[in-house]
């Protein structure tokens, strides 16, 4: 089993930019692929990104590849999700998660492993 904690969520303005980590315990993460999703109020959960353990592979939602990026740190067991130039349409509940295996997929029901999620808001 693992346990996946996220933080860094809050609120922050418009053009503005967070990190959000994710924490992993009780089994180490770095032979396995990670991601990000995302859940605003009322909708589905969405794709953010996700990338292999050694970082060869990287995949994003097309709209947010030029301000989001995922990084890891595969001797702490941390997953990042770099977060910049902001909008108020990013404001959701934001996700990490896991999969013991090496596969990097956008498909939500393929990811076995899940934290509670780190709330953010953007306002305009």
């Known amino acids: 089993q693992v346990r996946l904690v996220e933080s860094g969520g809050g609120l922050v303005q418009a053009g503005g930019s967070l990190r959000l980590s994710c924490k992993a315990s009780?089994?180490?993460?770095?032979?396995?692929?990670v991601a990000w999703f995302r859940q605003a109020l009322g909708k589905e959960r969405e794709f953010v990104a996700a990338?292999?353990?050694?970082?060869?592979?990287?995949i994003y939602e097309d709209s947010l590849k030029d301000r989001f990026t995922i990084t890891r740190d595969r001797a702490n067991n941390l997953i990042y999700l770099q977060m910049n130039g902001l909008k108020p349409e990013d404001t959701a509940v934001y996700y990490c998660?896991?999969?013991?295996?090496?596969?990097?997929?956008?498909?939500?029901?393929?990811?076995?492993?899940w934290g509670l999620g780190t709330q953010v808001t953007v306002s305009s």
């Open positions: 009780g089994r180490t993460l770095s032979s396995y692929a």
């Open positions: 990338m292999s353990s050694g970082g060869m592979t990287k």
């Open positions: 998660a896991t999969r013991f295996n090496n596969e990097v997929t956008r498909t939500e029901y393929d990811w076995k492993y």
